[in-house]
């Protein structure tokens, strides 16, 4: 094993009302691939933020890099010892080409004031070469493909000579092949002696990669481990405390349309999709990224007109034209990048949670009745398990999970009629998911037609009464979920 790249020494980190960090040590080794586990709220991007110079811990903690103390706790301190964090938005600039992108880094860094774009393009195509990325060095990264842009990311981090890799929730929104073009990469860098500190909520991820995990707990270190030292059972325990079991729900068939697509198409991304949504049942979409789900999913909402088919909603043609003729009619959709399109980060919890309901909670003068809107934000946070339970923190300063659970109680507390909900646990933590899972059944209980999009088979099989599988924007298969298996789906998907 190589020797200690990092050494993280009692660092605390507080917010008001919050410690985030609670005097936690551990250590990087230099060429290995290291999980950072935790659930949402943990601390986990608070301790990257303070390796990449973005926060400063209190003061009695150290963070040892290659045998040096860092010493300002600042961005450039931390660019120039090799210490580079990939964030989820990669924090590229999308109109400028993966040449500028890749290349630009060192060149700021070096001080210089004029480009020498020869100098630039040998930097960035040595890059590629070394990734074994034939991208055309002129493409505007916005163009890029997600995966795409994240390994540009990674190129970036290789020409500004990183020594640590950090990767914060990498693999959220890649493919299944494109999760393991990422391993590969991975295990390339590491096998150069470049240290990976790599953060995920999928287990089965993170035993495929990593040859070390720090688990947190509520701000504290519960230690290091080796690989070989763990299984599932006893990392959830470390990270949650407790056992999780992933609720299998009975399964129900239901015959009582409220809605039917019929034959819709839309040239480049889906053909003939037909099928019917009853009331009281989950209805699963699932198959690889990019066979087409969210783009149907779109469609039915009114944020991506199709070419031709159509939408029968309570017996009725449905013209749908834009999300209000939607949501008129009683559909909400949550959206997969919710952190995105979700979120009104400078608002409170609170004003972010009734957004989608302020009709219901108002008063017959219009006035927002403040008791309601009070209530209705304590009873969501407390089914979703929001953290902190601070009502008034605006919503920058939660954690990206507790941001998830936020937007995804806001289109729950619309009580929609169809609620359509685009990967429900993606970015959240295994002890919230059969949480989420629950809700989501006992609206369809309830009466509710839900439609949920997911990659992962263990939560469609956990919930869904019947499953479409979708290949290359067509739909292969429509199953019910009784008995059906992953081998089932699978052989469908691919
Ligand atoms: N700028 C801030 N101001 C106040 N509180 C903050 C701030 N940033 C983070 N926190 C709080 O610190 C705690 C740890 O958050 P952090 O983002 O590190 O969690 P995480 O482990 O990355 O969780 P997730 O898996 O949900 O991304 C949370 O309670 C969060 O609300
Ligand atoms: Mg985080």
Known sequence: MGQALVEIRNITKRFPGVVALQDVSFTI???EIHALIGENGAG???????????????????IIFDGEPLREYSALESLHRGLVVIYQDFSLFSNLSVL??????????????????KAMEAIAKTTLEKLQLPLDLNTPVGSLSVAKQQLVAIARALANKARLLVLDEPTSALSKGEVLKLFEIMRSLKNDGISLLFISHKIDELF???????????????????????????????????????????????????????????????????????????????????????????AIFGLNAFD??????EGKPFKIQKPSDAVERGIAYVPENRLQEGLVLCKSIKDNLVITILRAISNRAGLLDQGKKSAMTAEWMEKLNIKPVMPELPASKLSGGNQQRVVLSKWLATNPKILIVDEPTNGIDIGAKSEIHQILRDLAEGGMAVVVISSELPEILAITDRVIIMRRGRITAEKFCEGLNQEDILSKAI
């Open 29 to 31: 080794n230099e060429g």
């Open 44 to 62: 986990k991007s608070t301790m990257i933020k303070i390796l990449s110079g973005l926060y400063r811990p209190e003061a009695g903690g150290e």
């Open 100 to 117: 500028e992108n890749i290349a630009l880094g060192p060149y700021v860094k070096a001080g210089k004031r004029l480009v020498d774009w």
């Open 208 to 298: 495929a990669i990593s040859d070390r995990f720090t688990v947190f707990r509520d701000g504290k270190c519960m230690g290091t481990f080796a690989e070989e030292e763990l299984d599932d059972d006893r990392l959830i325990s470390l990270m949650v405390g407790r056992k999780i079991e992933y609720k299998i729900f009975g399964k129900n068939k239901r015959d009582d349309p409220i809605m039917e697509v019929k034959n819709l198409s839309k040239a480049g991304q889906f053909r003939d999709v037909s099928f019917t949504l009853n009331r009281g049942e989950i209805l699963g979409v699932t198959g690889l990224v990019g066979a087409g789900r969210t783009e149907v999913a779109q």
């Open 308 to 313: 031709s088919g159509e939408i029968l909603l």
